[in-house]
């Protein structure tokens, strides 16, 4: 399969305008979690080649800030006709590189697609309040200006689609933007560059520097993290990434949108339908080989339908189809790499010794692919909320506890440090609603008869708690990444000053 994973990646990049020089004889192999085979070599950014391009984001800034809002939207309207018209390419690329599935890879791509759409929309509004004042003649207002640089650092399990959030409405906002993509996804990245770059050339006149990509692993990172130029740091990765991050960035005032790790949960009540729970509950542990950040890691299911739903999803856990994504069929694609899987064992070790059930979690294909990462999803039954049922494993393991007070369920769903996603299975229309009140999931998403992941980009995306608190893509996540202005305007003859105050200087 080697030769040709390479050639399938060199043929795609190449068509969506990717220099070959950028993606041969470079220092850095990109290897396909496909077979583990090198399909690339790219070329790390250097430290000065950075902050260059850093300085010239900030240069760009200053001229972009000051064309119209619906002109930037059109920006992005075209590079969403180059996304409409290379997703096929680019969505398998996806592929090649992280190991998706044909229809998650075109999916993520479309996802691109919908926030583009969104962006445009946006582009027109970026509104911001009228306000009542007290004083006479006197008018307040609020307005919304350009931030700065927008430092977009992301994770290698969403490679395009969450930098693409970033970039859609920070380029709508006004900001420029220098990307640090995960290390292990740099293709995907140079090609969205590339296509980003055919819309930027045909909408002309665009300032050089607006938008740049960074090559390499934390240290590029870093250099976003700690640039003066660089006013909103969007960062995706890990809580053990984010603990790194945010320090750094609040020492310098500037601004951190956090979208870290989550280990999110689904309470199956008693009324849930079972039919729909289980294909729920399927696409959410198990799709993306467990590797979403929104990946359902704990089920807790009610005694009066555990011994119903458990042995179904055991015989769904043992029949789906693991292997080659870009096979028709297939549902689980490999792991990332050999780490991803050690932490899995490792997982599944302690659940062993805690005293959990584990169906499932073995190595496959290894035969064929002994540099490639290929397991069986685990269903773990455990006895308690303990061990690694508290930690976000980057893999397909699932925790099933069984429950007997909805109350208790409750309160075991938000006793984990992370808080992103959740859901609740039940047509009790009383659970659903406490589910979803003050006293319910504590996460930033909260779903009802559906599962944790596979969010739309309309609503505001991100969680609590060790989650970092971020919010992008929909609804009014574009706030973040512009500064806000209160104005007030005194259009009378006199000055009354606001609370009363008297200061009569003659
Ligand atoms: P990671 O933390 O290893 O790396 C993420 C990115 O951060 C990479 O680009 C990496 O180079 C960079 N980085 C790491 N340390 C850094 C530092 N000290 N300074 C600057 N940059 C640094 O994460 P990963 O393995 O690529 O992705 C998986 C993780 O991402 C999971 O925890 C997952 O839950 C999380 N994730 C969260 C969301 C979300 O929206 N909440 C979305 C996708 C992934």
Known sequence: MTASLRHDAETILLQLGVPAAQITGGNRAVRSPIDGSVIAHVHDTTADAAHQAIASAHTAFQAWRNVPAPRRGELIRL?????????????????????????EGLGEVQEMIDICDFAVGLSRQLYGLTIATERSEHRMMETWHPLGVTGIISAFNFPVAVWSWNAALALVCGNSIVWKPSEKTPLTALATHALLGRAIARFGAVPEGLASVLIGGRE????????????????????????????R???RFARAVLELGGNNAAIVCPTADLDLTLRGVAFAAMGTAGQRCTTLRRLFVHDSVY???????????????????????????????????????????ECRSAGGTVTGGARMHEAAHPDAYYVQPALV??????????????????????????ETALALHNDVPQGLSSSIFTNDLRE????????????????VN???????????????????????SGSDAWKAYMRRATNTINYGRTLPLAQGVTFDVG
């Open 450 to 472: 559906i599962g944790p992941s596979g969010a739309e980009i309309g609503g505001a995306f991100g969680g609590e708690k060790e989650t970092g608190g971020g919010r992008e």
């Open 307 to 349: 011994d119903q739903l458990v042995p179904r999803l055991r015989q769904a856990y043992g029949s789906v189809k693991i292997g080659n994504p870009l096979e028709t069929g297939t549902l689980i694609g490999p792991l990332i790499d050999a780490a991803a899987f050690t932490a899995m064992q490792a997982a599944l070790a």
């Open 79 to 103: 590079f969403g006709e180059e996304l409409r018209a290379h997703k096929d390419g680019l969505g398998r690329l996806v592929s090649l590189e992280v190991g998706k599935i044909t229809s």
């Open 220 to 247: 590029v990172g870093e250099a976003l993290v700690d640039h003066e130029a660089v006013k909103l740091v969007s960062a995706t990765g890990s809580t053990r990434m984010g603990r790194e991050v945010a320090p």
């Open 381 to 406: 039954e455990m006895p308690g909320q303990t061990g690694p049922v508290l930690r976000e494993t980057f893999a397909p393991i699932l925790y099933v506890i069984r429950y007997t007070d909805f």
């Open 432 to 447: 659903a609603e406490a589910f979803l009140s003050a006293r319910g999931s504590d996460c930033g998403i909260a779903n």
């Open 249 to 251: 960035v609040a020492a």
